[in-house]
């Protein structure tokens, strides 16, 4: 797999995989999750921390970055169901890590569902630890 920066020849192969791998993408009922108007987003803001793992010319995967200048944040870490278990997931991450790093990041955050305990364990693996802190969230649209 190589891992480049996303560009725009990459939205549709993006858009399936994140439906496919993303159930709440998938679910149109839920516009506020609209994978096309994520990507408009991440386009505007730090495009240049949006990567996708590409295998024999396919889109396979993709980790979104993201710094404030205090904390580093990753998102839509996603890896195709047919190329798991080959590292790729965490080849990504450290790619997104190293970039933050780049930018002089010194802590990155990213959160996932408590359901999703499988994924849990996925990050504990790259040296992640549950912080004792409680999310809070709120849409703006």
């Known amino acids: 797999m190589i891992i480049r920066t996303f560009e725009a020849r990459d939205r549709d192969a993006v858009i399936a995989l994140w439906r496919e791998v993303f159930p709440e993408y998938a ?3 839920r516009p506020q999750r609209d994978p ?3 990507i408009d987003n ?3 803001t730090q495009p240049e ?3 996708v793992g590409v295998a024999e010319g396919e ?4 980790v979104m970055a993201g710094y404030d200048g205090h904390r580093g944040w990753v998102y839509s870490l996603a890896v195709a169901p047919s190329h798991r278990g080959h590292g790729h997931g965490s ?3 450290r790619h997104a890590e190293g970039a933050l790093a780049q930018l002089g990041c010194p ?3 990213l959160q996932i569902l408590a359901v999703k305990t499988g994924l849990r364990a996925f990050y504990e693996k790259l040296g992640y630890r549950m912080d004792e802190v409680v999310s809070l969230g709120k849409r703006l649209n």
């Open 27 to 29: 679910d149109a009922s």
């Open 36 to 38: 096309a108007l994520s």
């Open 42 to 44: 991440k386009m505007k």
């Open 49 to 51: 921390l949006f990567f």
């Open 59 to 62: 889109v396979i995967g993709t």
């Open 91 to 93: 080849a990504l991450m």
């Open 107 to 109: 802590k990155l955050n």
